[in-house]
């Protein structure tokens, strides 16, 4: 299961076919006339102007109906709204409780559609295969048809909504760094994608620096969240659309992927983490952490819940170290065992600073470490 034959292709390819895109336009948040993002914290689950709604609030309709005036910044009313966050930019610090079973991950306190994607009502902006090239850029309360190639530093991406019908939602080229996309919605048309029609990764950092991805509502992308170094957090990974890729083999489906030889740290906390794929149809992992370009190296796995894959979590295999993995809850909503075959595989145990701590089955029952394939 620990190929990945296509992955560094599909990238290949799709640097190919974007380089002759044309940018269609870059501007600045001054030139738009958009207030800053600090009108809105970025950590706040709401905005200024919204109260939280009661436990047992139904959760809202997405806010992507076009409002004159929209992409102005100013805050704009959801019908309910979300419950306070215990999250921050450092990451999500929501932690499952220490014991006993979870109904569900919404009832546990993890992302769902309620807490995750954009704040405020956005504007379309049709902008189609996009290259910004802008350092700084703040992108917000924006509807995209399209997709974003990021050529800048220190980008932001907020409360906003992506429909792509590319190899990708948002991509972080090498060499820039500082991305940032926050309470936004990624997601793709199925059978538009350039991939045999399918659509590969709704964020993809080629670069060797830290991206933070959090609050995000992300489905249909083949491999979702796509990176060796981030700070991946409170996201709500769902819905991945199984796919025969342009090699006519279906297409390996993660909800968060990362192929290792990474030089920073990488983070996936506190996020709901789905992948209903069947095995026949190419399901790899809600979390794959491959050795296909490296070892797995220097990753924190902490307080998430994970459903779905042939194994829900690929754990680095043969010489991964630094992998930590602690808190999570290993739900039983597609398979009886997580994954297809089981929750974990390819964990080393032996692995310099590797720790395995705190995670159990939805059902309370605590999963042990498993081994080496």
């Given at each position: 299961m ?75 009313p959801?019908p ?65 048809t ?15 909504k ?38 590969d ?14 609050w ?32 006519g ?33 190419g ?45 999570n809850v ?38 042990a ?5």
């Amino acid at each position: 299961m620990l190929r990945r034959k296509g992955h560094l292709l599909r990238l290949l390819l799709a640097g190919i076919v974007l380089a002759g895109a044309f940018t269609v336009f870059v501007a600045t948040r001054s030139s738009n006339g958009e207030r800053s993002v600090a009108d809105c914290p970025d950590t706040a689950m709401t905005c200024p102007g919204q109260s939280a709604p009661p436990d047992d609030a139904v959760p809202p309709t997405k806010p992507g109906t076009t409002v004159p005036g929209a992409g102005s910044g100013t805050p704009v009313p959801l019908p309910t709204v979300r419950p306070p966050t215990t999250g921050s930019t450092s990451g999500g610090t929501g932690q499952p409780p220490a014991s006993g079973p979870c109904a569900s991950a919404a009832a546990c306190g993890f992302p769902d559609a309620r807490t995750t994607g954009p704040r405020t009502a956005i504007a379309a902006h049709n902008t189609g295969a996009m290259t910004v090239k802008t350092d700084g850029m703040v992108i917000k309360g924006w509807n995209i048809t399209g997709s974003l190639d990021v050529y800048a530093n220190n980008v932001t991406i907020i409360d906003t909504k992506i429909t792509s019908d590319n190899w990708w939602g948002i991509n972080l080229r090498p060499g820039f760094s500082g991305l940032r996309v926050l309470h936004s919605e990624i997601t793709a048309v199925p059978g538009k994608g350039p991939d045999n029609g399918g659509v590969d990764y709704a964020v993809s950092n080629m670069g060797e620096s830290s991206v933070e991805v959090g609050w995000n509502d992300i489905s249909v992308f083949g491999n979702a969240l796509s990176m060796g170094q981030g700070n991946l957090h409170d996201n709500y990974v769902h819905d991945i659309v199984p796919f025969r890729n342009l090699g006519g083999e279906w297409q390996h489906t993660d909800a968060v992927i990362s192929g290792g030889g990474n030089k920073g740290q990488l983070i996936i906390r506190h996020n709901t983490l789905l992948n209903a794929t069947s095995a026949e149809q190419g399901a790899s992992a809600s979390i794959g952490l491959f050795a296909d370009t490296g070892v797995v190296s220097n990753t924190v796995v902490d307080g998430n819940w994970i459903a779905g894959g042939a194994y829900a979590l690929y754990g680095g295999n043969k010489g991964a170290t630094g992998i930590k993995v602690t808190n999570n809850v290993f739900s039983t909503q597609f398979h009886p065992k997580c994954g297809v075959y089981g929750p974990v595989t390819a964990w080393n145990a032996g692995g310099a600073g590797n720790v395995w701590s705190n995670n159990r089955m939805s059902t309370g029952v605590p999963v042990a470490a498993g081994s080496l394939v």
